[in-house]
């Protein structure tokens, strides 16, 4: 099925400005990214992808081997991935039903077999990081980023709030570099631990990184209007499982591409803005929507969310699968967010039914729905209108 005025769920913001600019710094060995140490107050240590961040985290850690490593189920699970190829094991924690981040409260109760905590930042909400703090008692918190550039907790930037911290510039996400992450750590000589960790990761060739901005380019601008409904969409389906087009699977430690590193810090710099728009797109809907068998998405207290994204959550799945279809037939694409989460990690991890009882209803009941800082008044407008009109 096409359709020619689809809206997409996800923003690939990269165009032919971006392909020159990657592609001329892809032979600069400048790794100096001025606005990221500035916005940051911090040096960054670069690597090639958010999830090989985590790898190089976990390994300077120099936890025992098998050592637990508390995680919300409910997050990608590249995320567990890169918990197992450091040796270690997830343990898996439940996530709360108002903002969808990690419980303190199941990390209270399963804290004691653990040797350390990621804290992922779900949808740009921050986390409750006090009470996952008290709960820590002292094992390293690390946060996960990649979703939450420019949430505030508490008046602090997310990824300064805890022993170390990661971010990534992968497209999709608020920068959409093409790859590439930045690690930020407290600690100088745990700093030092992970540089020499990122050290022996593997660097791509120049032809290798040249290609990678060719192909992010196609596939950005198969992922906007008007090829997003005519080409990408039907395309995608068919051929992610297959090729992985989304890289959602896989696991690789690379360095970061020089080119995609200068990209990255050119946009920290006036990012702002965009998430503004993004923020104001995220409460023209809130303020649209008046429907009652429906949760809406919040800031919690005291924080400062980017509305990265905007999760609905329903009271079934059926009225989930139902409301997707509907806005899909109108001309909005959505997505059914970690959906097979909870399959995956039980065949694949280890996860145990039962343990993580709101994440097994969250996988099954959160839609996102589109709120890009690209799309005017009048599409959020069309978006909150097709869900009031929905009758499932």
């Given at each position: 099925m096409t359709k020619i005025n689809l809206i997409p769920r996800n923003n690939?913001?990269?165009?032919?400005?971006?392909?020159?600019k990657t592609v001329s710094d892809t032979f600069s060995s400048d790794d100096a990214a001025p606005n990221i140490k500035k916005y940051f107050n911090a040096v960054p240590v670069f690597t090639g992808s958010g999830r090989a961040s985590l790898y190089a985290l976990l390994k300077s850690l120099d936890l025992p081997p098998q050592a637990k490593v508390a995680v919300p189920l409910f997050c990608c699970t590249v995320v567990f991935d890169a918990i197992i190829r450091a040796g270690l094991m997830p343990k898996f924690v439940d996530s709360d039903f108002h903002d969808c981040n990690l419980s303190p409260r199941d990390l209270e109760r399963k804290r004691r077999t653990c040797s350390a905590v990621v804290a992922v930042h779900m949808f740009g909400n921050p986390c409750d990081m006090d009470g996952v703090d008290a709960v820590a008692n002292g094992i390293p918190v690390i946060e996960d980023c990649a979703q939450s550039m420019y949430s505030m907790y508490k008046g602090r930037k997310t990824g300064t709030l805890?022993?170390?911290?990661?971010?990534?510039?992968?497209?999709?996400?608020?920068?959409?570099?093409?790859?590439?992450?930045?690690?930020?750590?407290?600690?100088?000589?745990?700093?030092?631990?992970?540089?020499?960790?990122?050290?022996?990761?593997?660097e791509r060739t120049l032809p290798q990184n040249i290609a990678r901005s060719f192909t992010t380019l196609a596939k950005a601008a198969l992922?906007?209007?008007?090829?997003?409904?005519?080409?990408?969409?039907?395309?995608?389906?068919?051929l992610d499982k297959k090729f992985n087009l989304t890289a959602k699977d896989g696991f690789s430690t690379f360095k970061i591409a020089?080119?995609?590193?200068?990209?990255?810090?050119?946009?920290?710099?006036?990012?702002?803005?965009?998430?503004?728009?993004?923020?104001?797109?995220?409460?023209r809907l809130l303020s649209k929507i008046n429907v009652n068998n429906l949760s809406l998405p919040t800031e919690n207290r005291h924080c400062t969310s980017n509305w990265h994204q905007f999760a609905l959550r329903f009271a079934s799945r059926q009225k989930r699968d139902a409301m997707a279809d509907f806005l899909f037939a109108n001309g909005i694409d959505s997505a059914r967010y970690l959906d097979t989460v909870v399959e995956e990690a039980r065949q694949r991890f280890g996860y145990a039914m039962g343990s993580c009882p709101n994440t097994e209803v969250l996988s099954k009941t959160v839609l996102l729905v589109p709120i890009h800082y690209y799309l005017r008044g009048r599409d959020i407008d069309r978006i909150a209108r097709m869900i009031n009109q929905f009758k499932g």
């Open positions: 690939w913001d990269y165009d032919v400005v971006d392909l020159v805890s022993a170390a911290s990661f971010f990534s510039f992968r497209c999709g996400k608020y920068i959409s570099a093409g790859e590439g992450s930045a690690i930020f750590c407290r600690d100088d000589d745990f700093r030092k631990r992970v540089e020499h960790q990122v050290g022996s990761f593997e992922y906007r209007r008007p090829l997003y409904g005519t080409i990408g969409y039907p395309l995608g389906s068919r020089p080119g995609e590193r200068a990209l990255a810090d050119k946009r920290v710099a006036a990012f702002g803005e965009k998430i503004e728009r993004q923020r104001m797109n995220a409460q």
